[in-house]
T-cell receptor, first 113, second 113 residues
Framework: AQTVTQSQPEMSVQEAETVTLSCTYDTSESDYYLFWYKQPPSRQMILVIRQEAYKQQNATENRFSVNFQKAAKSFSLKISDSQLGDAAMYFCAYRASYDKVIFGPGTSLSVIP | ETGVTQTPRHLVMGMTNKKSLKCEQHLGHNAMYWYKQSAKKPLELMFVYSLEERVENNSVPSRFSPECPNSSHLFLHLHTLQPEDSALYLC????????????FGDGTRLSIL
């Protein structure tokens, strides 16, 4: 069965500092996609970054980057220069090709001014 | 604003009531989804519709009844719910099933008395 695990229920970071959120997943597939979604208090889920498993290069979107370790089935999210607006729930998600998306339990990130 | 609108934002109902949740998207998407988000649990996919046809039903109790009259609207009809059904219900849409990003609405916070 495919599962997504986020071992950190809560994290905090000082404003302007860097924080890394962990995610591991379990799958027997070789072709799949991984995502990080952000859910601020407004409740709207927003896609932050995506990674195709066949790409070795780690995805980057402005201050957000991932460390994708396919053999270890690890997909961590690094947020650089943290801002107050980054405070939110962050969900790691997995999708095998054309299959449903499986979400992890989420990590609540607080940003300390 | 992601283009996905859900109403109502909050709903409190008794176990014997009948109510409906509404989702509307004007993004030209062909796929729509219902998710349930309970406290401290991963997002659970409930239903998937593609071109108004239900393509997935993840063992959801029959007290939840989806309806997709056209590709822009999705309803979730509720009747004789249980206290454990209290949760945030999120609607999402995408170009095709399985596509990312999925565009999420703000959700309906449902409380069952």
């Amino acid at each position: 069965a495919q599962t997504v695990t986020q071992s950190q229920p809560e994290m905090s970071v000082q404003e302007a500092e860097t924080v890394t959120l962990s995610c591991t997943y379990d799958t027997s597939e070789s072709d799949y996609y991984l995502f990080w979604y952000k859910q601020p208090p407004s409740r709207q889920m927003i896609l932050v970054i995506r990674q195709e498993a066949y790409k070795q290069q780690n995805a980057t979107e402005n201050r957000f980057s991932v460390n994708f370790q396919k053999a270890a089935k690890s997909f961590s999210l690094k947020i650089s220069d943290s801002q107050l607006g980054d405070a939110a729930m962050y969900f790691c998600a997995y999708r095998a090709s054309y299959d449903k998306v499986i979400f992890g339990p989420g990590t609540s990130l607080s940003v300390i001014p | 604003e992601t283009g996905v609108t859900q109403t109502p934002r909050h709903l409190v109902m008794g176990m014997t009531n009948k109510k409906s949740l509404k989702c509307e998207q004007h993004l030209g998407h062909n796929a729509m989804y219902w998710y349930k988000q309970s406290a401290k649990k991963p997002l659970e996919l409930m239903f998937v519709y593609s071109l108004e046809e239900r393509v997935e039903n993840n063992s959801v109790p029959s007290r939840f009844s989806p309806e997709c009259p056209n590709s822009s609207h999705l309803f979730l009809h509720l009747h004789t719910l249980q206290p454990e059904d209290s949760a945030l219900y999120l609607c999402a849409s995408s170009h095709r099933t399985g596509d990312q990003p999925q565009h999420f609405g703000d959700g309906t916070r449902l409380s069952i008395l």
